[in-house]
């Protein structure tokens, strides 16, 4: 039995990342000068949100707790 020819995309050829449907997006410029431009971009999905304040929280209760510790 003869088989089909498979398409293949060459490996140069990069499919764009599929975006979460509630993702949130930030674009921003900051000129300092008349020689400096900083760009930069993010892109977080809720449950990263909820992640980075789940670590946020864990880091503040951790320095809180060294702090007591180191004023005994």
Do not use: C, N, Y
């Not at 921003?28 to 431009?37: A, E, L, N, Q, S």
């Amino acid at each position: 039995m003869p088989t089909a020819p498979v398409a293949t995309v060459p490996p140069d050829v990069a499919e764009p990342v599929p975006t979460h449907p509630e993702e949130m997006k930030a674009v921003f410029d900051v000129r300092v000068g008349k020689w400096i431009t900083l760009q930069g971009s993010a892109r977080i999905t809720p449950a990263g949100m909820v992640a980075t304040g789940i670590a946020v929280s864990a880091l503040l209760l951790a320095t809180a707790a060294l702090v007591r510790a180191a004023r005994r």
